[in-house]
């Protein structure tokens, strides 16, 4: 073999620096068959470079495969991937401030709380300590990354607010948190999404497709339409889309309540309590007297306590459900949905934190205005417990058996 000069030593190393990735393993390994005895040892005390790449660069020569660097996994790692319990902080302390899109434009959750407060509540109220946690600014690019951005103030109407508003708010976070914390307590959110037209109308979406998707001209005549139910599990994001194709009623959104629990009893089996988030719609208020009889029966039927939690008014955009709506909207808004099967086959290909939702069809006709006279209700408001300062908005129902 040559042998190699001081200088010739320095132009070498020189230009293995210039090199990057496969190259200059292959610079490598080429110098050291060809002044080296293709010796990895010999070209890491010559030279200074690491045996084991020179050995990775012989066996790229050889065989002919070339090793693709992972650049990406290289450096310092973001802080939420080095410490997963901060992001599952972040996401505890932001769910419950955070609201979709009300008209489903965006499928980002935007948060009321700031990345200054979101800090000084994991250091008040998780129990971290100032100097193991990123800075202000850092917290905030966090809060993006997650999917939790700051929407921009704009003028605009005063949001209608009742007096209640924020004790109601105060009170469904505690209720959601005793949940959370009960083994044998379910919390789930649900809500009925606006009624879908069977026809060849624009949604107003983008599709991917050589030629654009025609639709009706205009939006005429009269038209069959869906129902989507929706029932959130929140801790675990399973998530079920019921359709109706008759009126969305009280019996029809008990009735979706107990498909879905007959369908998922085996799941649920050691479950106690079933924690219900939901809006005060006129269907499902908590003065809903056919309502109430039923979600009342329903409990005795399954030896369930029931407790109805229900968002202020004009805020129901804070239910976790509505965000599933939002994914929806963005899923299908591309395509005409103009019959039942290609409604329920867009909504089974949706996903929602990584999972397909399970979707049902019902195609019971159901009846509007059903009401119970004060007489014979009586028995069933007895059975009724308010909330002494939030009695229309906190109801808690007890099992009774025979």
């Not at 951005?149 to 005793?178: C, Y």
Request: some cysteine; proline content about 4%; charged content about 30%.
């Amino acid at each position: 073999m040559p042998a190699l000069s001081k200088q010739h030593i320095i132009t070498i190393k020189e230009a293995s620096r210039k090199l990057t990735g496969a190259k200059r393993r292959a610079f490598q390994a080429q110098v050291s068959i060809d002044y080296l005895n293709s010796s990895p040892r010999r070209a890491e005390s010559t030279f200074g470079w690491d045996r084991n790449t020179v050995k990775l660069g012989l066996n790229e020569l050889r065989t002919g495969f070339t090793c693709i660097g992972n650049f990406k996994a290289r450096g310092n790692k973001r802080s939420e991937e080095k410490n997963q319990q901060l992001k599952f902080d972040i996401c505890d302390l932001a769910e419950p401030n955070s609201q979709t899109d009300p008209k489903f434009q965006t499928c980002f959750k935007y948060t009321r709380i700031t990345a200054k407060a979101m800090r000084v509540a994991l250091i008040t109220e998780k129990g971290w300590s100032d100097k193991d946690l990123p800075c202000e600014k850092t917290i905030g690019n966090i809060l993006n990354r997650l999917g939790y951005r700051l929407r921009r103030v704009q003028k605009a109407a005063p949001i209608k607010k009742i007096k209640e508003t924020d004790a109601i708010f105060e009170h469904l976070h505690k209720a959601n948190e005793v949940s959370d914390k009960r083994e044998d307590s379910l919390r789930i959110s649900i809500d009925t999404k606006a009624k879908v037209d069977l026809c060849d109308s624009s949604r107003g979406g983008t599709s991917r497709c050589k030629k654009a998707v025609q639709a009706d001209d205009h939006d005429m005549g009269i038209k069959p339409k869906m129902s989507p139910f929706g029932i959130l599990d929140v801790m675990t994001g399973l998530l079920t889309i019921i359709f109706g194709v008759s009126f969305e009623t009280s019996d029809f959104i008990v009735d979706c309540i107990e498909q879905w629990w007959d369908d998922n009893r085996e799941l649920y089996r050691h479950i106690n309590q079933l924690v219900i988030n939901l809006d005060n719609g006129p269907q499902n208020s908590s003065h809903r007297t056919q309502f109430m009889k039923r979600m009342v029966e329903f409990a005795d039927r399954n030896n369930l306590e029931i407790v109805l939690v229900y968002y202020p008014p004009y805020h129901s955009k804070y239910n976790p459900i509505e965000r599933a709506w939002g994914m929806l909207e963005n899923h299908w808004n591309g395509t005409l949905l103009n019959s039942i099967e290609t409604t329920l086959e867009w909504a089974k290909t949706m996903t929602w934190k990584g999972l397909h939702p399970t979707v049902k069809l019902i195609e019971t006709t159901y009846q509007k205005g059903v009401k119970i006279c004060k007489k014979l209700f009586k028995n069933t408001a007895d059975r009724l417990s308010r909330h002494a300062t939030l009695p229309k908005y906190s109801v808690v129902i007890l099992p009774q058996t025979e």
